[in-house]
Structure formats: C-alpha cells, structure tokens
C-alpha cells in the first residue's frame, strides 16, 4: 500500500467524499485534495471536509489540472476514481503535472468500453499505462466488492 500517514494525496473524483474520507484516515499527518467535477457532489464533499483538517475540497477538472492546480502543493500519490473514458490518461497527466511518483487507479472497465470484457479493459489499461512510462506495481480486479472494477498502481 503505498499511502502513508504522511502523503499528500491527490484524489480525483471524490464524489461525496466517502473514499476520499477513508483515505484521509489513512494519512493523519498529510493531506487529501479532493476534487470533484460536478457542483452537486461537491456540496456534499464540502460537508464531508468540514471535520476533517487534512481533507481540502477543490470544485475542478480532472482532465484539466491546470483547473485546480492554484491550491495543489506537492503530491506524493495521485488516487484517480473517476467513471470516464481513457481513465489512464487522466491519471498520468496528473502525476505528470504534480510530479507525483506513485498512482492509484480504480478502473471502472465499462467506462471504458461496454463492448470488451472487464479482464481485456484492464490489459489495455496497465499497457496505455507502460506506454506513459509508467510501471506497474499491481493490480487486483475488484470482483466481487466492485463489479467489472479493477485497482492498479503504477510508479513513474
């Protein structure tokens, strides 16, 4: 597990802030940035981030970092949760941007692509993700906690 109780963690698409909370637990002497793209989720992650010191809500992109790149110190690890296309991407641009040695990515495989299996989404994933210069450290399909879902971490 490459979190710490010192990282500072970049977290993309906390949503309501559940998971970013839990990752927040972990790292009581970092930080989370938490950003989320849609306003009304947002509201609800700012609530989440009301008790809690090492959490910061930040209403931005994640497919653009620039967008919330003003309040992002230093990143040990960006944890990449957002349910899109090319989800490899989204994540290696941002550990380009912050500097970041070490990623987290939840693979939603029908973001993706309905059309292929979950296993040959998550193939084609960890080799866009080699192909960004990235190496793979692990992955775990998430079944049966989170359907057709994988975690892979990667290290520049």
Known sequence: MPIKNNSRVLYL????????SHVSDLVPDGIVYCVEFSPRSFRDLVRTCENRKNM?????????????????????????????KRQHDILANNMERF???TGMIAVKSRS????????AVFERTCNELRSRGLRILDMRPLDPFEKDHAMIIVRR
């Open 13 to 20: 698409g906390a949503a309501s802030g559940t998971t970013a």
């Open 112 to 119: 993706e692509d309905v059309t292929a299996t979950p296993e």
């Open 56 to 84: 910061v809500p930040l209403l931005g992109d994640a497919i653009i970092p620039d967008s919330f790149a003003f309040a992002v110190d230093s990143i040990d690890i960006v944890y990449q949760d957002v349910a899109q």
């Open 99 to 101: 500097s970041a040695d």
